[in-house]
T-cell receptor
Framework: SQQGEEDPQALSIQEGENATMNCSYK?????LQWYRQNSGRGLVHLIL?????REKHSGRLRVTLDTSKKSSSLLITASRAADTASYFC???????????????FGEGTQLTVNP | GAGVSQSPRYKVAKRGQDVALRCDPI?????LFWYQQALGQGPEFLTY????????KSGLPSDRFFAERPEGSVSTLKIQRTQQEDSAVYLC?????????????FGDGTRLSIL
């Protein structure tokens, strides 16, 4: 099962523009993470925001979290062609059958930045 | 090594054959995860190790799937009597700590094709 859902599924913009991707999830979380995946490669961790945080910045990345709406957004400012990749949000989902938790990924947003 | 290493990068097998996929995590990382990623989808959790202990295998799709990490470092994911629906990218990830919601470091995956 995938807890997170990204929106939009695909986004195409021009270099220099800002890109905004959204993620919604279903259950309560400890934190939410964003990952990036270039074609044919593994995922790379970008940023983690805790459930008691509302906004976090890292370089050209800005992440917001609204726990009341169970949603997060990732903003990439001044985009570059090298930002072209798939972006996934991930949340810790409680698993009843094991009484543990696991990291659950959304379906991702495919971002294309045109030079 | 500098990152998580997976081998082989590509594996083609005939339906019914057994396959073994290897993961070398970052040295010293306690936690190791296996994911299955279908084309155009986010990674789906398969199993989780803390050192040599397999703490969660609830994501393994059938008893044909088996994973081990006997010495708490290298891990192997084995699929017996492969079927076409097993075709996917298998990703391995590791993290330094014990919590499943910490940032994970991914390998580039093994792309498995079952003919």
């Amino acid at each position: 099962s995938q807890q997170g859902e990204e929106d939009p599924q695909a986004l195409s913009i021009q270099e220099g523009e800002n890109a905004t991707m959204n993620c919604s999830y279903k259950t309560s979380i400890n934190n939410l993470q964003w990952y990036r995946q270039n074609s044919g490669r593994g995922l790379v961790h970008l940023i983690l925001i805790r459930s008691n945080e509302r906004e976090k910045h890292s370089g050209r990345l800005r992440v917001t979290l609204d726990t009341s709406k169970k949603s997060s957004s990732l903003l990439i400012t001044a985009s570059r062609a090298a930002d072209t990749a798939s972006y996934f949000c991930a949340t810790d989902e409680h698993i009843e059958e094991t009484s543990g938790s696991r990291l659950t990924f959304g379906e991702g947003t495919q971002l294309t930045v045109n030079p | 090594g500098a990152g998580v290493s997976q081998s082989p990068r590509y594996k083609v097998a005939k339906r019914g054959q057994d396959v073994a996929l290897r993961c070398d995590p970052i040295s010293g990382h306690v936690s190791l995860f296996w994911y299955q990623q279908a084309l155009g989808q986010g990674p789906e959790f398969l199993t989780y190790f803390q050192n040599e202990a397999q703490l969660d295998k609830s994501g393994l799709p059938s008893d044909r799937f088996f994973a081990e990490r006997p010495e708490g470092s290298v891990s192997t994911l084995k699929i017996q009597r492969t079927q076409q629906e097993d075709s996917a990218v298998y990703l391995c990830a590791s993290s330094l700590g014990y919590r499943v919601d910490q940032p994970q470091h991914f390998g580039d995956g093994t792309r498995l094709s079952i003919l």
